[in-house]
């Protein structure tokens, strides 16, 4: 199954690890999913899928691609990720929310 990044090798993906604290996963799984319409309507937005671990649940992972690290930037700038970021102590775990960049090499 193709990729975004199998022809767009320049393309920034970006993986977004959270975990949600003790009886917030729902209301995680909620907020996260409201991101969903507002963020792959932003400029630059190649993906954005939201995934839960299988093994784990309350533990989201988001897969994304961007046109640039310029685009992703402006997204977490964007309210509705401000918002949600506002209310990350009460959502997630004590680790929070890792953002991790990559450029896809193989």
Request: include cysteine; glycine fraction near 6%; charge should be negative.
């Amino acid at each position: 199954m193709p990729t975004p990044t199998d022809d767009r090798r320049d393309l920034l993906t970006v993986i977004a690890y959270m975990k949600a604290a003790p009886g917030k996963t729902d209301e995680l799984r909620s907020a996260l999913e409201g991101l969903i319409a507002p963020t792959t309507a932003e400029d630059g937005c190649v993906n954005y899928d939201l995934h839960e671990a299988v093994e784990e649940p309350g533990t989201f992972f988001f897969y994304e691609n961007w046109e640039s690290g310029e685009h992703l930037d402006a997204h977490l700038a964007t309210p509705h990720l401000v918002q949600l970021a506002e209310r990350i102590p009460e959502l997630l775990d004590e680790k929070g929310l890792t953002i991790t960049r990559l450029k896809r090499i193989a």
